[in-house]
């Protein structure tokens, strides 16, 4: 029996993979590849289970490669375990991580609390048993989203969504937005301009975004003018990169003038392009926080020391959607002022829409797997995007 370890599937990223088998389990052990990057969190793999005979091997070509283990038909059960946890962003408390996995022709689900051991030299692994696939196995740090999800979403809306390029990647790959409506120079309808992935990996953010244009759909039109881009960061998401303060430069850290980089300036112009054509209301960006954050959704606005205009104009929509959110989803904490430090000084999507256009643009972190206990499914994220979306259309009625 054979066992492959292949990340040259969608948005795959592992290495320091390393094989072995022991009292009738495989053990697959693995780190998050930083892709070029300061910070690592984001995985996704495939472990193939191929018929094969002779001695026991590894093969390993590079630190990206596939990884081939011969062993006997004994195996029953695997051991994922995850290497340098302590090196993801926020992965200082790995016994809160919980990835996902999925069976051949099966659908993803989380993997169960797993078990943290600490080496002699103080550094730890988490690691997960799972059944052995009879072909193969899929392991990701949360659920995957891409264009397929997207496609589904649009197909599933059944003519409410359409889908359009904008322009290019800085890797020539197509920037596709959604829009139920283009409205008109000068138009006068409410609108809303949405986005998802400017750090790749932050795969809850795209779940959210999808709950929250799902919950616009039963609106029909009285839905407000909305215009989403549900994968910036393109190459990001199907390269496999975790996305954050990635080189040349983040895509949310880039939105200076000169933009940093191609994909802003895409943004950018149709931003402007959608402001002419609705009365602009609030932009919204939804990401996900650091590797091991369980407290729940929760938003950053404006620090008021530095710009209280800012703080005073998106605090009601933090209220709005925070109320939305509670009980089960929200933070304690709900609405926070982001004092971290940043590897770049240049703006972000939401002081762009504030400094340049005038317009509110709140952001949502939502967890990575749980929120308190509760282990977080496709449905929950789409249930927090559509109680935010609940909370958006709260204020808009309140501004009407």
């Not at 109680?387 to 958006?392: F, L, S, T």
Request: aromatic share 10%; hydrophobic share 40%; charged share 25%.
């Amino acid at each position: 029996m054979r066992f492959v370890v292949d990340t040259q599937i969608p948005f795959g990223n592992a290495c320091d993979v390393e094989l072995g088998a022991a009292d009738d389990v495989l053990t697959v052990s693995f780190s998050p590849d930083p892709h070029g990057g300061p910070e690592t969190l984001w995985f996704c793999w495939r472990l193939l289970r191929e018929a094969q005979t002779g001695a026991a091997v590894k093969v390993y070509d590079d630190a990206r490669s596939i990884s081939v283990f011969d062993a006997d038909a004994s195996i029953g059960s695997v051991r994922l375990v995850l290497k340098h946890s302590m090196n993801m962003l926020g992965g200082h408390a790995p016994q809160m991580m919980r990835p996902v996995v999925r069976y051949e022709g099966g659908a993803w689900r989380r993997l169960p609390v797993g078990d943290v051991r600490v080496l002699p030299d103080g550094r730890p692994e988490v690691s997960w048993v799972t059944a052995v696939p009879d072909h193969h196995l899929d392991v990701a740090y949360c659920y995957p989203y891409g264009m397929d999800d997207v496609h589904a979403l649009v197909e599933e809306s059944r003519g409410f969504w359409r889908i359009d390029t904008i322009g290019v990647s800085q890797g020539a790959r197509p920037l596709i937005r959604l829009s139920n409506d283009y409205g008109k120079e000068g138009g006068r309808r409410p609108g809303l301009y949405l986005m998802a992935r400017q750090h790749s990996g932050e795969t809850p953010g795209s779940w959210v975004m999808d709950g929250f244009l799902r919950h616009m759909v039963t609106l029909g039109g009285d839905a407000p003018l909305i215009w989403a881009v549900p994968l910036s960061n393109i190459d990001g998401v199907e390269g496999g990169d975790y996305g954050k303060d990635n080189f040349p430069y983040d895509l949310n850290r880039a939105w200076g003038r000169p933009p940093m980089r191609h994909e802003i300036s895409v943004f950018e112009r149709d931003m402007w392009r959608w402001r002419g054509r609705c009365r602009p209301m609030l932009g919204v960006d939804f990401h996900a926080p650091g590797a091991c954050e369980t407290a729940g959704v929760y938003t950053y606005i404006p620090d008021p020391e530095v710009d209280r205009a800012a703080h005073d104009a998106l605090l009601p929509w933090a209220t709005w959607t925070g109320e939305a959110l509670t009980p089960r989803y929200a933070a304690e904490e709900f609405a926070r002022v982001a004092r971290y430090p940043s590897r770049w000084e240049t703006p972000n999507f939401r002081v762009f829409g504030w400094s340049q256009l005038g317009l509110a643009c709140i952001t949502y972190e939502t967890p990575y797997a749980m929120v308190g206990e509760h282990a977080l499914t496709q449905e929950d994220y789409r249930e927090i995007g559509k109680r935010i979306a609940q909370g958006v259309l709260h204020g808009l009625d309140v501004l009407h």
